[in-house]
């Protein structure tokens, strides 16, 4: 692919030449366009060498060329990280004084914006304003990460990791640039609860958080706000999005509950415990001196998916579920996920069966979506960004109808 990565002058620059390197190395050709100021954080010399590429920061460069039209004609994708506050400003306004900001004005793919800056810079209403007129434009701007900062300050403003960026940014291309959840807000659960027994132990689920943060991924790329409630993810929440991290099913169904309220879509892709002990030992359960084990007694959880569904805390809200299934001496996989699909009243459903490899903790997803009357409404298989897209692309219909 041709990507156009745009650097700003500030000192996340450095982490531009990760995003670089993690292009070039996946097989694409990136023309790197810093701004001036981003030359004083790293090298023209770095650019060039890490893209095969000449630099330049400049239009009057090399004018029989045309760079600035060229670039943006032919970019398939154009990444600006860091995007500084100033860089925000001259694109909200069109400016073309320098390379990056005429490219951003001629460029018709997807644009891709991970601002990194000072936190009151980031907070300034100035800047605000700006990536709200960017956002409604249909750039996809990162929400910066909150952490440790240049100097001794925290809060948001630092850039994402570069592994995060590459991948939040090549997902809006996957959707070939749709943006049909721009201006829905979606919560998505993910990952598995664990319910704790005393201080060191729990019990748990083998959900790796895969599925959810997959969904959670295409959400942001198809323009959607969201809110990503992570139980013990066993991989990176993806760039871009607002993460809870949560451990036990109760904390899990408050946040969801908190977040639903003015969501117009709650996925509840995490694998929640049915049940949990019934007491929480505040020390150590230890062995008995007799060799006797005491016995865990466990009660039934609340059915989160079950309580949205029937509450609907936001009219016109859509409610869709999982269900990880085995077939039994009562029936396949479909049937316990039809049966499912009406006992727990969801719009959507989506089945997959699981054990023996599949489901859990793998690349590859295979579901089946069905309505709340157990109706098949679609059909994925492959990577879990596959399943997340059908999943959307369902939820999508829905609302439209
Ligand atoms: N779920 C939930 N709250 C629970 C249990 C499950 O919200 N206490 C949600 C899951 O997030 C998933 C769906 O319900 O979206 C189905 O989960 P699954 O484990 O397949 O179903 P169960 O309700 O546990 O039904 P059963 O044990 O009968 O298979």
Known sequence: ??????????????????????????????????????????????????????????????????????????????????????????????????????????????????????????????????????????????????????????????????????????ATVETGGVRDLAGRRVVISAGGTREPLDPVRFLGNRSSGKQGVALARAAWARGAEVTLIGANLTVPAPAGVRLVPVGSTTELREAVRAAAVDADVVVMAAAVADFRPAAHAAHKIKKRPDGTVAPVELVQNPDILAELAADRPRPGQVVVGFAAETGDEHGDVLHHGREKARRKGADLLAVNAVGDGLGFGTAENSVVLLDAHGTEVGAATGSKDVVAHAIWDAVVSRTAE
């Open 1 to 170: 692919m041709r990507i156009v990565l745009g650097v700003a002058g500030g000192i996340a620059a450095y982490k531009a030449a990760l995003v670089l390197r993690l292009l070039t190395e996946a097989g694409h050709d990136v023309r790197v366009v810093p701004t001036r100021a981003a030359l004083e954080f790293v090298g023209r010399a770095t650019w060039e060498a890490l893209s095969g590429h000449p630099v330049s920061t400049e239009v009057f460069e090399d004018v029989a060329d045309v760079p600035h039209v060229r670039l943006g004609r032919e970019a398939e994708l154009l990444i600006v990280a860091p995007a500084t506050a100033d860089l925000l400003a001259r694109a909200t306004h069109g400016r073309a004084d320098d390379l990056l900001t005429a490219t951003l004005l001629t460029a018709t793919c997807p644009v891709v914006m991970a601002p990194a800056m000072h936190t009151e810079m980031w907070l300034h209403a100035a800047t605000r304003a700006n990536v709200a007129t960017l956002r409604a434009r249909g750039v996809h701007v990162i929400d910066p990460d909150s952490g440790r900062l240049t100097g001794a300050d925290t809060g948001p403003g630092r850039l994402p990791e570069p592994e995060a960026i590459v991948a939040a940014a090549l």
